[in-house]
């Protein structure tokens, strides 16, 4: 599916409009339209798979990504302060939660995790506004596998003084991320599983 610029008709606007189970339902089609291949791909975590999930093509697309800010911004807890993220795959959900965060007169800043540190100025592993320490961050991420991109993002946010205890992803891939993280007592939440984005795929007929 390839998108298109042309003018919005009603029925575009979905993003902006749908209630949140019917917001989710759209964006699992999203999903599974744009995101979702079969074939043989090898994972940044080296393993082989049946299928491949380019999470990009629904983040930083414009109804995905209001329906993604929209639906993660209704499940953070009450006393989140920011939501953070490894880049580049969480660089667009972080952007997208604050602003919609904005909109909803909940503002919540975005802080982006860098891979290395900066090799200039600050040096800095955290992109972002500061914050007091002990500030409560809800780490995101697109897809998760074995959990251990996500927990980078989470050391490098509690060695700046930052309390986290949650994570959350758009697709859980269950292959351990979930397992992962409970050993290390971070709660888990994710908005589809991959039998999830399957089970759909096939229902739509590709």
Same mark, same amino acid.
């Given at each position: 599916?390839?998108?298109?610029?042309? +003018?919005?008709?009603?029925?575009?606007?979905?993003?902006?409009?749908? *209630?949140?189970?019917?917001?989710?339902?759209?964006?699992?089609?999203? &999903?599974?339209?744009?995101?979702?291949?079969?074939? *043989? &791909?090898?994972?940044?975590?080296?393993?082989?798979?049946?299928? =491949?999930?380019?999470?990009?093509?629904? +983040?930083?697309?414009?109804?995905?990504?209001?329906?993604?800010?929209?639906?993660?911004?209704?499940?953070?807890?009450?006393?989140?302060?920011?939501?953070?993220?490894?880049?580049?795959?969480?660089?667009?959900?972080?952007?997208?939660?604050?602003?919609?965060?904005? =909109?909803?007169?909940?503002?919540?800043?975005?802080?982006?995790?860098?891979?290395?540190?900066?090799?200039?100025?600050?040096?800095?592993?955290?992109? #972002?506004?500061?914050?007091?320490?002990?500030?409560?961050?809800?780490?995101?991420? *697109?897809?998760? +596998?074995?959990? @251990?991109?996500?927990?980078?993002?989470?050391?490098?946010?509690?060695?700046?003084? =930052?309390?986290? *205890?949650?994570?959350?992803?758009?697709?859980?891939?269950? @292959? #351990?991320?979930?397992? &992962?993280?409970?050993?290390?007592?971070?709660? &888990?939440?994710?908005?589809? +599983?991959?039998?999830?984005?399957?089970?759909?795929?096939?229902?739509?007929?590709?």
């Amino acid at each position: 599916m390839t998108y298109s610029t042309e +003018t919005l008709t009603q029925s575009d606007i979905w993003a902006a409009t749908a *209630d949140v189970t019917n917001l989710r339902q759209k964006l699992l089609d999203l &999903f599974c339209q744009l995101a979702y291949q079969e074939g *043989d &791909f090898i994972l940044s975590s080296g393993q082989p798979s049946s299928y =491949y999930i380019n999470g990009k093509q629904v +983040t930083l697309h414009p109804q995905g990504a209001l329906a993604i800010g929209r639906i993660l911004l209704s499940l953070l807890p009450s006393d989140t302060q920011a939501v953070a993220g490894l880049t580049l795959g969480a660089d667009p959900i972080v952007s997208a939660v604050s602003v919609v965060s904005a =909109y909803e007169n909940r503002p919540i800043p975005a802080l982006i995790i860098r891979k290395e540190a900066k090799g200039h100025g600050t040096k800095a592993y955290i992109e #972002g506004p500061n914050l007091p320490e002990g500030a409560k961050v809800v780490v995101l991420e *697109d897809v998760v +596998t074995t959990g @251990q991109s996500a927990m980078k993002a989470v050391e490098r946010l509690r060695a700046a003084g =930052y309390v986290v *205890d949650e994570v959350i992803s758009l697709v859980d891939r269950q @292959q #351990g991320g979930a397992e &992962f993280y409970q050993s290390v007592g971070l709660k &888990f939440e994710v908005v589809f +599983t991959i039998k999830d984005l399957q089970e759909r795929y096939r229902e739509l007929g590709n």
